[in-house]
């Protein structure tokens, strides 16, 4: 099987290097950076170069640890897709079956958007921290005063419910495109991610859409402008 990589600069050396001494016959094409942890795969039978069959997605984040150690992996498509790319798959993962089966196609994409939201993201308008580091952004080594204090907390406040705004607006667009339907995973693995009330018979990325739509809601236009 030869398999086409289309992958964001950043990740093309580190995969490079992880299947240098695999003997998986691959090739590597240029992906967006906009999206710079997601990947797609093509699969070509040897047999017959000229059949290109349909492909999979993945989330692969890029440790420095994933050329040696592999990455963390989470994939999208058919089950005879993944089977075709599980040799792939299995490669690039930490171990055989060390990866995630987290949906159909359009899954991994959804999950890439959300992780880069929750890791930092930029638009035109607001540059936003990790989700877990707006504790941090707004404190110095001086003393604040307790008006100080509070407008720091209003403007942190504001940081995350804009990116819990966004996350919402990824969750329903994903769950509209993709309507509710019992998930069989590729292979054994864990059915419940997101505690009691995630429905195992879903894919991981529904139990993640409905996760996020359980996020406090604040309509887009009550959310008052971060001053800079």
């Known amino acids: 099987m030869n398999y086409t990589i289309v992958a964001p600069q950043p990740l093309q050396a580190l995969i490079a290097h992880r299947l240098s001494h695999s003997g998986i ?3 590597l094409n240029h992906g967006s950076d906009h999206h710079p942890t997601s990947l797609a795969i093509i699969t070509t039978s040897t047999a017959d170069p000229s059949a290109a069959t349909t492909g999979i997605e993945c989330l692969a984040l890029p440790t420095p640890q994933a050329p040696e150690h592999g990455f963390i992996l989470a994939a999208a498509g058919s089950i005879s897709a993944l089977q075709r790319s599980a040799p792939l798959l299995d490669t690039l993962a930490p ?12 899954a991994a994409y959804f999950a ?4 880069q939201i929750l890791l930092g993201s930029s638009t035109e308008s607001h540059d936003f921290l990790p989700f877990w580091q707006n504790t941090q952004r707004h404190f110095t080594q001086q003393q604040l005063t307790h008006a100080e204090l509070i407008a ?3 403007k942190q406040t504001q ?7 966004q996350m919402r607006q990824l969750a329903t667009a994903f769950l509209q495109r993709h309507p509710e339907q019992t998930f069989t995973p590729y292979h054994p693995q864990q059915r419940q991610y997101f505690g009691p009330w995630s429905e195992t018979r879903l894919s991981p990325a529904h139990q993640l859409a409905k996760l996020i739509m359980l996020l406090p809601f604040q309509p887009e236009d ?6 800079k």
Do not use: E, F, M, S
């Not at 171990?95 to 359009?106: C, N």
């Not at 890439?112 to 992780?115: N, S």
């Not at 009550?222 to 001053?227: D, E, Q, R, S």
């Open 95 to 106: 171990t055989a079956q060390g990866w995630l089966h987290i949906g159909d196609v359009g």
């Open 25 to 27: 016959r691959y090739q």
């Open 222 to 227: 009550t959310i008052a402008p971060i001053k």
């Open 152 to 154: 720091n907390l209003a």
């Open 159 to 165: 940081a995350q419910a804009q990116q819990c705004q």
């Open 112 to 115: 890439a958007q959300v992780w």
